[in-house]
Protein backbone atom coordinates (compact mmCIF):
# COMPACT_ATOMS: atom_id res chain seq x y z
CA UNK A 1 0.00 0.00 0.00
CA UNK A 2 2.01 2.70 -0.82
CA UNK A 3 0.19 4.32 -3.80
CA UNK A 4 -0.30 7.71 -4.37
CA UNK A 5 -3.51 7.35 -5.13
CA UNK A 6 -4.84 6.72 -1.90
CA UNK A 7 -4.51 8.97 0.97
CA UNK A 8 -4.03 7.76 4.86
CA UNK A 9 -7.11 8.34 6.82
CA UNK A 10 -6.54 8.93 10.26
CA UNK A 11 -8.77 9.77 13.41
CA UNK A 12 -7.35 13.23 13.19
CA UNK A 13 -7.27 14.17 9.72
CA UNK A 14 -10.85 12.44 9.19
CA UNK A 15 -13.22 15.28 9.42
CA UNK A 16 -11.02 17.33 6.99
CA UNK A 17 -9.89 14.86 4.51
CA UNK A 18 -13.25 13.08 4.49
CA UNK A 19 -15.97 15.09 5.65
CA UNK A 20 -15.25 18.52 4.69
CA UNK A 21 -14.57 17.06 1.18
CA UNK A 22 -15.56 18.53 -1.80
CA UNK A 23 -15.53 15.16 -3.68
CA UNK A 24 -17.14 11.73 -2.94
CA UNK A 25 -15.05 9.87 -0.46
CA UNK A 26 -14.65 6.15 -0.38
CA UNK A 27 -12.71 4.40 3.20
CA UNK A 28 -10.98 1.77 3.36
CA UNK A 29 -11.35 0.32 6.87
CA UNK A 30 -8.65 -2.22 7.40
CA UNK A 31 -5.72 -3.91 9.62
CA UNK A 32 -2.41 -4.95 8.31
CA UNK A 33 -3.19 -8.76 9.52
CA UNK A 34 -6.45 -9.32 7.60
CA UNK A 35 -6.10 -11.30 4.74
CA UNK A 36 -9.43 -10.17 3.15
CA UNK A 37 -8.07 -6.67 3.42
CA UNK A 38 -5.08 -7.72 1.63
CA UNK A 39 -6.74 -8.99 -1.03
CA UNK A 40 -9.02 -6.40 -1.99
CA UNK A 41 -6.49 -3.98 -1.97
CA UNK A 42 -5.55 -3.72 -4.78
CA UNK A 43 -8.90 -3.56 -6.53
CA UNK A 44 -9.45 -0.90 -4.35
CA UNK A 45 -6.43 0.33 -5.93
CA UNK A 46 -6.91 0.00 -9.26
CA UNK A 47 -10.08 1.75 -8.54
CA UNK A 48 -8.79 4.53 -6.99
CA UNK A 49 -6.77 5.27 -10.34
CA UNK A 50 -10.09 4.91 -12.76
CA UNK A 51 -11.99 7.35 -10.19
CA UNK A 52 -8.77 9.82 -9.69
CA UNK A 53 -10.69 12.80 -10.86
CA UNK A 54 -14.06 12.64 -9.21
CA UNK A 55 -13.28 10.20 -6.42
CA UNK A 56 -11.07 10.18 -3.46
CA UNK A 57 -10.27 7.06 -2.09
CA UNK A 58 -8.55 6.67 1.56
CA UNK A 59 -7.52 3.81 3.85
CA UNK A 60 -7.75 3.49 7.72
CA UNK A 61 -6.04 1.26 9.82
CA UNK A 62 -8.16 0.54 12.34
CA UNK A 63 -6.09 -0.97 15.11
CA UNK A 64 -4.32 2.57 15.25
CA UNK A 65 -7.56 4.77 14.41
CA UNK A 66 -10.33 2.70 16.54
CA UNK A 67 -12.10 6.12 17.87
CA UNK A 68 -12.99 6.84 13.78
CA UNK A 69 -14.31 3.03 12.94
CA UNK A 70 -16.31 2.95 16.17
CA UNK A 71 -17.70 6.09 15.20
CA UNK A 72 -18.71 4.80 11.75
CA UNK A 73 -20.21 0.79 13.45
CA UNK A 74 -16.99 -0.72 11.69
CA UNK A 75 -17.47 -4.03 13.59
CA UNK A 76 -15.53 -6.74 10.86
CA UNK A 77 -13.06 -5.40 8.19
CA UNK A 78 -12.58 -4.57 5.43
CA UNK A 79 -15.71 -2.38 5.46
CA UNK A 80 -15.99 0.41 2.92
CA UNK A 81 -17.58 3.44 3.51
CA UNK A 82 -18.67 6.06 0.71
CA UNK A 83 -18.85 9.18 2.02
CA UNK A 84 -20.82 12.40 0.67
CA UNK A 85 -21.59 15.39 1.84
CA UNK A 86 -19.85 14.87 4.85
CA UNK A 87 -22.76 12.08 5.30
CA UNK A 88 -21.99 7.84 5.16
CA UNK A 89 -24.11 7.15 2.13
CA UNK A 90 -23.62 3.73 1.93
CA UNK A 91 -21.06 0.52 3.14
CA UNK A 92 -19.67 -2.87 1.81
CA UNK A 93 -18.67 -5.12 4.50
CA UNK A 94 -15.89 -7.79 3.68
CA UNK A 95 -14.17 -8.99 0.72
CA UNK A 96 -16.35 -8.62 -2.27
CA UNK A 97 -15.89 -8.50 -6.68
CA UNK A 98 -14.56 -5.51 -8.82
CA UNK A 99 -17.51 -5.58 -10.29
CA UNK A 100 -19.69 -5.00 -7.00
CA UNK A 101 -16.67 -2.04 -5.54
CA UNK A 102 -16.77 -0.63 -8.51
CA UNK A 103 -21.03 -0.42 -8.87
CA UNK A 104 -20.37 1.14 -5.44
CA UNK A 105 -17.96 3.94 -6.04
CA UNK A 106 -20.26 4.54 -9.31
CA UNK A 107 -23.51 5.15 -7.41
CA UNK A 108 -21.51 8.02 -5.57
CA UNK A 109 -21.12 10.28 -8.89
Known sequence: MGSELLGVATDDNF????LKNDKPVVV???APWCGP???????????AGQFKDSVKF???NVDDNQKTAVKFGV?????????KEGQLSDTIVGLVSREKLECFVKKSL
Open 15 to 18: EGEV
Open 28 to 30: DFW
Open 37 to 47: CKAIGPVFEEL
Open 58 to 60: MKM
Open 75 to 83: RSIPTIILF
